[in-house]
Structures are given as C-alpha cells and as structure tokens.
Antibody, heavy 120, light 103 residues
Framework: QVQLQESGPGLVKPSETLSLTCSVS????????WSWIRQSPGKGLEWIGYIQDTGRTSYNPSLKGRVSISVDMSKNQISLKLAPVTAADTAVYFCARHLIAARHQDGLGVWGQGTTVAVS | QLTQSPSSLSASVGDRVTITCRAS??????LSWYQQKPGKAPKLLIY???TLQSGVPSRFTGSGFGTDFTLTISSLQPEDFATYFC?????????FGQGTKLE
C-alpha cells in the first residue's frame, strides 16, 4: 500500500528557508490531493496547505505567504518550502494523502511518520 | 474555526465516551475525526461526519451535520486511550480542533 516518508534538515536557522520532501512509495501522486500539516511541541495540529496532482494549491492564510508546496511527478515527491522561518515554526511536519482520489473534502487517509524541525 | 470539548477526559475501560466538535459556521458533513498516540501520526477514524474508515473498529461512531458533531466510543478498550482531533474540509484552511486527550 502507499507509504509516505518526510525528509529534510532537522535544524534551520531563523530567517532561513525550511525545505522538506515527502517521498511517496507504493503508489502514484497522480489523481490525489496532498497536504502538509504541522504540530508544535505539545500543541495541536495546524493545516499548512494542499496541492493537487495538477499543481493547484491552497495555503493557510495564517502563514502569510511564506509557504510554497510543489509536486515532482517524475520523482513521486511533494515538497514544502517555508521562508523566512522563526522559532514559532519549530514543529513536527507531516505530509498526508487525501482519502479519495480527486477530492479534498474527505479527510487525510494516509500519513507519513513526520519529521521534526527545530528553528534555532 | 472548530471548538472541541472537552479538552481532556478521564474514563475507564468499558465506558462509553462522547467528544464534541462545534464549527463556527456550517460545514455540511465535511468533518473528519482522527486518533493520535504519542510520537505517532494521526490516524483517520471517521470521515464525512459518520463514515467509518476501513479497518476502524465499529465501537467508533460519528454523527452530526452543519455545526455540531460528535465522536462516540461505545466501549473503551485499552488501546483507545489517546488524543482525538476533528478536522473540517468544507473550506480552506482545513482547520483542526484543539484536541481531546482521553486518559
């Protein structure tokens, strides 16, 4: 079955760019929506944004235009960039696939294990 | 915006528990419930307010429409002690509730 694996630097300096990759195995990026979500230490979940396989995106306005999500079909990867970062961006970052193909309304059915990023 | 209650809940094995999620505006049935255990990613339990995700035990049920939703666990099992989140996908941002820790 499809599996997701997040990767990227575990430490980023303030004002720099956080870059993460979500590698998809056991399935294709095609036909699905893909989201990034983060969870600050001891806090709840924050939806960052999603991307459709066509490249159409939607972002959380709370991130004030600092975020960009892209897809690389040839590598079967989804990428997240967040800049500039502050200590408030310290969190575990998850990528997830929406449950039903071609729909973003039905919850997140497959999740990666998450990757911890500290801004310091 | 989603408001979950309670923020924490103490219960025992075999108990029936209910968690509530209230949306600040109508979201039809675009509401999902997740279970999260420490150090793990959330797991989808319920989508479309009341549809049980494949492989999830039938003791979990969801209900609601519009602004008021509930997740009920009919008979708590030891593995159910975790944190539960609701999420709306009616409109972006696809916000989450603040979570309910079941102890």
């Amino acid at each position: 079955q499809v599996q997701l694996q997040e990767s990227g630097p575990g430490l980023v300096k303030p004002s720099e760019t956080l870059s993460l990759t979500c590698s998809v195995s056991g399935g294709s990026i095609e036909f699905y929506y893909w989201s990034w979500i983060r969870q600050s230490p001891g806090k709840g979940l924050e939806w960052i944004g999603y991307i459709q396989d066509t490249g159409r995106t939607s972002y959380n306005p709370s991130l004030k235009g600092r975020v960009s999500i892209s897809v690389d079909m040839s590598k079967n990867q989804i990428s997240l960039k967040l800049a500039p970062v502050t200590a408030a961006d310290t969190a575990v970052y998850f990528c997830a696939r929406h449950l039903i193909a071609a729909r973003h309304q039905d919850g997140l059915g497959v999740w990666g294990q998450g990757t911890t990023v500290a801004v310091s | 915006q989603l408001t979950q209650s309670p923020s924490s809940l103490s219960a025992s094995v075999g108990d029936r528990v209910t968690i509530t999620c209230r949306a600040s505006q109508g979201i039809s049935s675009f509401l999902s419930w997740y279970q999260q255990k420490p150090g793990k990613a959330p797991k989808l339990l319920i989508y479309a307010a009341s549809t049980l995700q494949s492989g999830v035990p039938s003791r979990f049920t969801g209900s609601g429409f519009g602004t008021d939703f509930t997740l009920t666990i009919s008979s708590l099992q030891p593995e159910d002690f975790a944190t539960y989140f609701c999420q709306q996908s009616h409109s972006t941002p696809h916000s989450f509730g603040q979570g309910t820790k079941l102890e």
